[in-house]
């Protein structure tokens, strides 16, 4: 299942497999601020960018660091999913 996080004025849509929200939860030392911080940074300009740490991986993927987290990206027009 897939979960979005909505944000305001956001140009991109972006949504979380569940399991990536199910992982970040098992970990004691984290919680919810990481995944509202992707959604609100990449829901407004998913490419590139090196002080946000997003770098491509391949042409319509992306990956963004976050703590010691990093969140694979699949960049599908409007639509970002992290898988």
């Not at 897939?2 to 030392?29: G, H």
């Not at 984290?30 to 992707?38: C, E, P």
């Not at 976050?66 to 960049?75: A, E, L, P, T």
Request: proline share 2%; net charge positive.
């Amino acid at each position: 299942m897939i979960n979005a996080i909505e944000t305001k004025n956001a140009k991109y849509r972006v949504t979380f497999l569940s399991l990536v929200k199910e992982d970040l939860q098992k970990d004691e030392n984290n919680d919810t601020k990481s995944l509202n911080y992707v959604s609100a940074i990449l829901s407004h300009n998913p490419h590139p960018h090196s002080y946000r740490c997003i770098k491509v991986l391949l042409k319509e993927s992306s990956i963004i660091a976050v703590i010691r987290w990093r969140f694979y990206c699949s960049i599908e027009g409007q639509e970002i999913k992290i898988i």
